[in-house]
């Protein structure tokens, strides 16, 4: 059995498909944690959903350090093997990463190594692009840099705006990211 820990910051709603896709599609993983920096929306859905959750926030440690060994803790308390980031909106230090390399995934709102860090489709549709997307990829030390393991690219329309580019590339990242689970581990 699988054991994925996840990390959120608001909504939650990549988080839930993965937990949809494990349930539906009966893949031998199970989330054995949500763990977010904030009181968040997605905190509540997976609490609805039967899954353990910790709120771990920056303000109650004193430094970065202390607070990811708190994470970290929460992660090996649940005996979780990986990690998968879904919209999980703080940087992880080196060393966070360190620990857990190869065992860290992302899901990012755009065609990596394109846009990398916030406002994605903002800086998109600003550059008069074409085509955007949405890409998983494993996180090493630098942002967005990791190597990439499924991108799913989507055509930006004439009079798109970012509300509709959101929703129409968050879509798609809901069925990128449980894909990406059934090719990492070969299911
Ligand atoms: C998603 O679009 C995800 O790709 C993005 O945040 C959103 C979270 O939505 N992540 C990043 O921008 C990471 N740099 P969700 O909470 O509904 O899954």
Do not use: W
């Not at 937990?19 to 944690?33: L, P, Q, R, S």
């Not at 005996?79 to 230090?93: C, D, E, K, Q, W």
């Not at 360190?98 to 800086?123: C, D, E, V």
């Amino acid at each position: 059995m699988i054991r994925l820990a996840v990390l959120i910051s608001g909504r939650g709603s990549n988080m839930i498909r993965l937990a949809k896709a494990i349930k539906d599609y009966e893949i031998a993983a199970k989330i054995t944690v949500v763990i977010s920096n904030r009181r968040c929306t997605g905190i509540t859905l997976a609490q609805n959903c039967g899954l353990a959750t910790k709120v771990i926030k920056r303000k109650d440690f004193n430094t970065q350090a202390e607070h990811e060994a708190a994470i970290a803790a929460a992660i090996h308390y649940h005996r979780s093997t990986y990690v998968f980031l879904a919209g999980y909106m703080a940087i992880l230090s080196g060393d966070f990463v360190n620990q857990f390399a190869g065992r860290i995934i992302n899901i990012h709102p755009s065609l990596l190594p394109k846009y990398k860090g916030l406002n994605t489709h903002k800086r998109a549709l600003m550059n008069k692009e074409k085509y955007s997307g949405c890409t998983v990829h494993y996180v090493n030390s630098r942002l967005d840099s990791g190597k990439i393991i499924l991108q799913k690219r989507v055509k930006i329309s004439k009079n798109e705006t970012e509300k509709t580019l959101t929703r129409k590339i968050l879509i798609q990242e809901h069925k990128l990211y449980p894909k990406a689970i059934s090719k990492i581990f070969n299911l």
